[in-house]
């Protein structure tokens, strides 16, 4: 018999996004703000706006336009950047997710400080340099990933090259990859146009996120600062008491 027609495409990118939005609003509204930053760059008029507000570079950082170190990450000039660093955020975003709910971290959390970690990494090692996408984010989140499940087989297109290997070979390869980046760059090298400061920062916070929760360390984190949430409320309640008191008499 005749095969039914696949759905129109539109349905099928409403669909996804939709399941998306209802799975993880972090991922979702990662990736639609990434491809709404794409769009924009395209437009030559939003330019010198986005160069601004969505680079990470000392230059924005001495006009304390800070929030360029989150900015950035959802921030892609070309289509195959996008798309790579889009396919990592949710690839290893949708598998990471489930684990650090488990411990007690949001993964938007997880997000803001991997992408800050990155970024604030890059200008200690460039500070003449400017930055922009989501790898550090996506490869923290593949670091940890490969940290919790080493025996797991990755796959991942390296200089146009399809490559498999056991997901702690692959995290161990571009560690190494990244770090001779960074030295190349510190010896005073050109550079090859890779934010390798960015991606080891990245995969710096991933390996450093999955020591405290196997160690333990993450759950005392989540410990005192209980300790001092409560300390903190129950100075506020005396406060309160001691104005609400100091009122009644001035009255």
Known sequence: GNQAPPPP??????EFFARLRRSSPTLFYGTVSSIVTFIAWQLPFLSPMLQRHFVCSSYNLSRKRYHTLLTSAISHRSLSHLAMNLF???TFGKI????????????????ILSALTANLFFILCHPKGSCIGLSGVALSLFALDAKLNPGKESGFIFRFLPIRLPAQYALTLLAVWSLLGV????SGGSGDGVAHATHFGGIAFGLLVHFLLNGGGWKEIRRQWSVASCRFGRSDTRTGRNMSVTGTRNK
């Open 9 to 14: 495409i539109l349905q099928v990118v409403s």
């Open 88 to 90: 990592g955020f949710l």
């Open 96 to 111: 990471v997710e489930p684990i650090l709910k488990t411990n007690q971290m949001n993964l938007s959390t997880y997000c």
């Open 183 to 186: 030295g190349a760059l510190l």
